[in-house]
């Protein structure tokens, strides 16, 4: 009840500065959703947003499998953390524009560069949150373990995936938020279609309302995967721990 009163209360503002303003830079809500309807009636909109989708998806794939596998083994091999510490620094500092830019460069104007550009952006982030999680590891649960001779597979999966599963949560939170906004970066600067294209069109026709349109169907897509599969996956994950009276 209250987060829908809070996003009237933005669709209000939003719509009552548009009618102060009266220019063509700020569309109020009608103007946005004739640009959206147009699009969608033909398809467009539909196909564009599928192919974000699914370059995001991909990366994000990407960037927490290795992440998390290079983060797991840095957290519990201080001597390797110690070595590649500084080759994470740079990758965290480099700018994502940067690895974009190279990327296209090196590998070509195709969709393995722009899905590479996109992980190769997140991964560090990854790590670093998982580097933090398996440091924090029980090690008297590693012991008890060992003493009951669970195994290396019964052990990743009982003892160590359940204690790393708020800080992979976590990462795959922030993941999702990054990767599609440096998806859109990809799409403007190398692709023919995505959302980033439409946008990068639409700014050149200086069509302020499509833009939005775009921007917000995107978000809206983002948000109902964050709440009909991200949080149901990360509630059920969790079931087992105790919760608070």
């Given at each position: 009840?209250?987060?829908?009163?809070?996003?009237?209360?933005?669709?209000?503002?939003?719509?009552?500065?548009?009618?102060?303003?009266?220019?063509?830079?700020?569309?109020?809500?009608?103007?946005?959703?004739?640009?959206?309807?147009?699009?969608?009636?033909?398809?467009?909109?539909?196909?564009?947003?599928?192919?974000?989708?699914?370059?995001?998806?991909?990366?994000?794939?990407?960037?927490?499998?290795?992440?998390?596998?290079?983060?797991?083994?840095?957290?519990?091999?201080?001597?390797?953390?110690?070595?590649?510490?500084?080759?994470?620094?740079?990758?965290?500092?480099?700018?994502?524009?940067?690895?974009?830019?190279?990327?296209?460069?090196?590998?070509?104007?195709?969709?393995?560069?722009?899905?590479?550009?996109?992980?190769?952006?997140?991964?560090?982030?990854?790590?670093?949150?998982?580097?933090?999680?398996?440091?924090?590891?029980?090690?008297?649960?590693?012991?008890?373990?060992?003493?009951?001779?669970?195994?290396?597979?019964?052990?990743?999966?009982?003892?160590v995936l359940p204690q790393l599963q708020p800080y992979f949560?976590?990462?795959?939170?922030?993941?999702?938020?990054?990767?599609?906004?440096?998806?859109?970066?990809?799409?403007?600067?190398?692709?023919?279609?995505?959302?980033?294209?439409?946008?990068?069109?639409?700014?050149?026709?200086?069509?302020?309302?499509?833009?939005?349109?775009?921007?917000?169907?995107?978000?809206?897509?983002?948000?109902?995967?964050?709440?009909?599969?991200?949080?149901?996956?990360?509630?059920?994950?969790?079931?087992?721990?105790?919760?608070?009276?």
């Amino acid at each position: 009840m209250v987060t829908a009163l809070s996003l009237l209360g933005l669709l209000a503002v939003w719509w009552i500065a548009a009618i102060v303003i009266d220019s063509r830079v700020l569309p109020g809500p009608p103007a946005v959703l004739d640009a959206f309807w147009r699009d969608a009636v033909t398809g467009e909109l539909f196909y564009h947003l599928a192919m974000t989708l699914m370059r995001v998806a991909a990366a994000f794939a990407i960037a927490m499998i290795v992440g998390s596998a290079f983060g797991m083994y840095l957290g519990m091999s201080p001597r390797a953390d110690r070595f590649f510490d500084p080759w994470l620094i740079l990758f965290l500092n480099i700018p994502a524009l940067v690895v974009i830019v190279l990327a296209y460069i090196w590998f070509g104007l195709n969709e393995a560069a722009a899905i590479g550009a996109i992980a190769v952006n997140k991964i560090p982030n990854v790590v670093v949150t998982m580097r933090e999680g398996a440091r924090a590891l029980d090690r008297g649960l590693g012991e008890m373990a060992s003493v009951y001779r669970f195994g290396r597979w019964r052990t990743l999966r009982h003892v160590v995936l359940p204690q790393l599963q708020p800080y992979f949560a976590a990462a795959s939170r922030s993941g999702i938020a990054l990767i599609w906004k440096i998806a859109l970066v990809v799409e403007l600067l190398g692709r023919s279609n995505g959302v980033g294209f439409q946008i990068h069109l639409y700014f050149q026709l200086f069509d302020v309302a499509a833009i939005l349109a775009y921007t917000l169907a995107f978000v809206g897509v983002m948000l109902l995967i964050e709440f009909l599969l991200v949080q149901p996956l990360e509630a059920h994950s969790i079931r087992w721990r105790a919760r608070p009276a």
